[in-house]
Structure formats: C-alpha cells, structure tokens
C-alpha cells in the first residue's frame, strides 16, 4: 500500500484533496470530516498493512479540539506527522492559543493554508516533513545500498547506522530474497567462483553497484567515500579540519568557500552527535526544526560545492606539529591515519566529545545488541513495541527520548538529578512530559544488564539513589547519553588541555603556555597554525549554534596565519 495522507476537514474536504492532489501518484489521499473518522481511518490503513505518514488538518473541528485530536491520532500512529493548515479566517484567531502545543511537540507545522494555486511555501513545508517521515521511519523506496545478511547483528545495525547518517537509504536482504539471490549472484560471478557457499555476511552492494563483504563500518565508508591517501600526496592542503560535527562542518564551508584547499577527516559518519538528533528545534532558521542528519547533509554538500574533499570512517591517530627551518618558514602539520597522512599549512580540531562508558556490568557486552551509546537512529525502528531506557539528562537524552517513543511501547528515562529542568531546555521538557509513552525516573541509576533468549538485550537492574533499592525489569534498548570526554587523546602534548581534557585556546591558556607576551589568538591552540573550536575546546557552550559559529570564527584566523607563514 501507498503511504497515506489523511486529510481532516468538515466542509473543506474537497479543496484540500484538490489541494493536495499532486502528492496521489506516491500517497493514498483519503478525507474525514472528524477527529473521530480520521482515527477510524488510521487505523483502517493500519489494519490493512499501510502507513500513515501525515495528518493535515483545520484549525478547528467539529467534535474534539484540534490538539485534543492530535492526542488520538499519535495513540494510533505515532509515526506520522502531524500539520494544521488554518484557513485565513482562523489562522490569526487561533494562532496564540495553538503554536504552544507545537513547542511542546503536540504536532509539527502551524501553516496557513494555500489561498491559491502554486503555494510553493506551503508545499516545501509539507515535502519537508514527509522528506523527515520518510527517513526516519519508512523503509525507502528507492535504495542507495543493498546489505544481504541472514540476521541483523551489531556489525549490519552499525552499517545501517552509519549510513543513514550520511543520509543513503539502505535496505537489509535476507539471502533468499528477490534481491538478495540477485547480488549473491553478482558477487559469485565478480569472484569468478562455482557458488557462494563460503560468503562473508553481510554483503555490501554500494551506489557502484560493486559487491563485497563488509568486515567492519570502516569498509563500507572506504568502498564509498575513499581513503585520505587519495590525497594527492606530495600537495599540502591549506587546510585540514578533524570532525565533521556542526564545528567542522562550518569551518569547512567558510574556509573552502574563501579559496582555501579544505580536507576534511571524520571518524565515523558526518553530523557528530549532533547529526543523531531526531529533530533539532531551537536551531536559528528552522521554525519547524530540522533532524541532526539533514542539518549535517546539507551543510556537507555545501562545502564539497565549494571543492572541500571529506574522508569518513578514518579516525586521526596522531598529529605532528610542524616546525619553524632555518630560514623562518614553517613546515606542514601531518595527519596520520591508518589510511594514509594528510598534510596541512592549518589545522582546525573539531573532534568533539565521546560519550562515557555506563560501566555497568554486562552491558558492554552486548553494545549494538540492545546497548547503544548515542541516540543510534536506526536502531529506534527495531524497538517497535518494545520496553527502552535512556540514560541521561541533556538535550541529546531528550531528543533520543522521543524519537524512541515514535516505536517504543515505553521509554523510561533515567537521571541521577531529581529532575530534568536543571540540565535539559525547557521545550525537551516540555514535550517529554506531554508524551504519554515517556516517563522520567529521577535520582536512579542503571547498574546491570542481561541478555533474553535471542543474545539481546533483555533486562537491566536500576537503582534507586536515595534508598538504595535495587529493581529488574525487562527492558529490549539501553541507550546510554551520559556526561562526554574530549575525544583528543590523539594529539600531542605541545597542545595544553585542562584538568579534564578538554582543548585550552586564547586567554584560557596558561601564560607559561604564551608564546612571547600575548595569549595566542580566541580559537588558537599552543601549537602555531593549530586551532580548536567545538565541544572539545574548553569553555565551549555545548551547543549546535554555538559550535557552527566557533567554526565560521576560526576561518578569519587561519587566514591571518597562512599569511604569517608564508
């Protein structure tokens, strides 16, 4: 079945069918003049194998308030997403009374609605949110990369991980599928082999249409996206930034959009915690919030726009400072990987953090089983129905908190505080407590976790803080989002870190650290042409804004560098 849209009005029906009839050829348009029917048709499309991807309604119904109806609709499908289209009349009247229920996540777009043919405004809006419906929650139509694998293990949830964060749609095949015999077949006939009795799961089949086990996450990023020795290698970049977070990803845009040769280096997949986030809210020029993926892709295509090279799946195991020759020149920083080096005039350290071991026993074990650090969007699909816990109280918890309540039965999340409000933004919290799946256990803690039957995840031991008390209870998704590290131990000692780790710049730098009488330049390290912006800079504010602005500043310092060294 075609996903559906349903379309709620008591006398409007007709224009909005006829308004929304450019989506039929992919959607199954159907119309209710109530809260009730359009809940009776939910869950008639559900009954009958389909999804429902959006509900668009007036402003005012005839039987429940609107918000009240969208509290009936979400019960049935959580997944799909949820606009008022106001009529000119109501848009103003019931615009105070209504956007609060949007900042508390109650639904997804207050628009008004078109007047007219061709509101393209209106449109991208609705394309927007099904684009998000679409990437967050269906399986896709048209598939990037095929993964042919008997079971869904921690290795093939990993690849799923990292390739929905670089925004591919990918599908998993079972062997004997259509298409899994199909690239079986190819990959036979590319070795050259008799059969495929002794293959390697998963099997990977890339935009390129080439065929190859996967061993690790890091083979799929190489198949795709190359190695930094493809660098070419006796050319020195001008400019090499480590992490593709909302820092570096910023620092690229500038620095390659102003005529600076730009490599990028990412460990894992382009977005850094941030391109986990379900949907960011509060992020300056997206009223109707955008998820932490597309924020990323689109500023990635940015900068390769503007000529920035990005290498993926290739963490930077050392960094050696260049130094000052005879004749007052500066020699190139290098990057070591295990790919191969890269050479810079400047380097921007964007890394970020990582988020701490839960340490509880027999969790670590089953991480990717079950236990996952990070919000891991694709591994809230296979918590359908299922009991989860987040650990944590930041923003990055809430927002994986409600993610997982568009699948999960329950999501229980656990922080040692009391309560949220001192370490989560208000609109999170909001929302959380308006969702009937999340509930929030303060001053707790997880402290064991086993596996059920199958080898996942199972059940986890929680502990009450004030009395010591301890519980079992099942539980199939542990995502831990507890307090993070400087993800830095890579570079040298010549770069001066706090007590904790974290990168000093500027005035936080020690003077004994000083080179002559002034404190190196606001985003620049001890070591010259070194800089750090980002979560991983001490002082940072922990933010996505934040972070994208450090990345844009630091763009003006590297020039006044590459022009003091020649």
Request: net charge negative; glycine share 10%.
């Amino acid at each position: 079945m075609k996903p559906a849209i349903i379309l709620v009005s008591e006398t409007r029906c007709e224009q909005l069918l006829d308004e929304f009839s450019r989506y039929a050829r992919d959607y199954e348009l159907v119309t209710a003049t109530s809260a009730r029917d359009a809940k009776q048709a939910a869950k008639g499309v559900v009954a009958e194998g389909g999804p429902v991807a959006m509900f668009v309604t007036e402003s005012r119904l005839p039987d429940a308030e609107v918000l009240e109806a969208f509290h009936w609709w979400r019960a049935t499908v959580p997944t799909a997403r949820r606009l008022i289209a106001a009529h000119e009349s109501a848009f103003r009247e019931d615009a105070d009374r209504l956007r609060g229920g949007m900042a508390k996540g109650k639904y997804d777009a207050y628009l008004l609605a078109p007047r007219g043919p061709r509101d393209e405004e209106f449109h991208t809006a609705v394309c927007e949110l099904l684009s998000d419906w679409g990437s967050t929650v269906a399986e896709p139509e048209v598939v990037a990369v095929a993964i042919i694998s008997p079971v869904e293990d921690a290795l093939t949830l990993g690849i799923r991980d990292y390739l929905d964060r670089m925004g591919m749609p990918n599908r998993v095949y079972a062997p004997d599928s259509e298409k899994g015999r199909h690239v079986l077949e190819r990959y036979v006939a590319d070795r050259g082999d008799a059969d495929a009795g002794e293959v390697a799961y998963p099997l990977v089949m890339d935009l390129g249409q080439r065929v190859a086990p996967a061993h690790t996450v890091q083979d799929v990023a190489t198949r795709i996206y190359g190695r930094p020795a493809d660098v070419v290698v006796d050319k020195v970049v001008d400019v090499a930034v480590v992490g593709a977070g909302p820092a570096g990803l910023a620092a690229a845009v500038y620095a390659s959009s102003e005529g600076l040769s730009t490599v990028v280096l990412e460990s894992e997949a382009i977005g850094g915690q941030a391109g986990t986030s379900s949907m960011i809210r509060n992020y300056l020029g997206f009223p109707r919030g955008i998820s932490g993926m597309r924020l990323a892709q689109r500023a990635r295509n940015q900068a390769v726009r503007f000529g920035t090279k990005f290498f993926t799946g290739w963490p930077v195991t050392s960094l050696v400072p260049g130094t000052v020759g005879a004749d007052g020149a500066f020699s190139p920083h290098v990057l070591r990987t295990d790919g191969g080096e890269v050479r810079a005039r400047a380097v921007v350290v964007a890394a970020g953090v990582k988020y701490r071991r839960l340490g509880a026993p027999g969790t670590e074990a089953l991480v990717g089983l079950g236990v996952h650090y990070g919000s891991a969007m694709t591994a809230a699909r296979e918590m359908e129905g299922s009991d989860v816990v987040v650990v944590g109280g930041g923003n990055s918890a809430g927002q994986a908190a409600i993610h997982l309540a568009r699948f999960a039965r329950t999501v229980t999340i656990l922080v040692r505080r009391e309560t949220l409000t001192e370490t989560m933004s208000n609109y999170l919290v909001a929302e959380i407590s308006h969702n009937p799946r999340i509930s929030v256990q303060g001053c707790t803690e997880v402290v064991e976790g086993g596996p059920g039957e199958d080898g996942r995840l199972g059940w986890v031991v929680v502990r009450d803080l004030r009395d010591g008390g301890e519980e079992r209870r099942p539980c199939r998704g542990l995502f831990v989002l507890i307090g993070a590290d400087p993800h830095c131990d890579w570079l040298p000692a010549e770069v001066a870190r706090d007590a904790r780790g974290f990168v000093l710049t500027g005035r936080d730098v020690p003077p004994e650290r000083w080179r002559g009488d002034l404190p190196p330049e606001s985003l620049e390290t001890t070591v010259p042409g070194i800089f750090a912006v980002g979560d991983l800079r001490a002082g940072s504010m922990k933010r996505v804004a934040a972070a994208s602005g450090e990345g844009a500043s630091v763009v003006p310092l590297v020039h006044a560098w590459l022009e003091q060294s020649g």
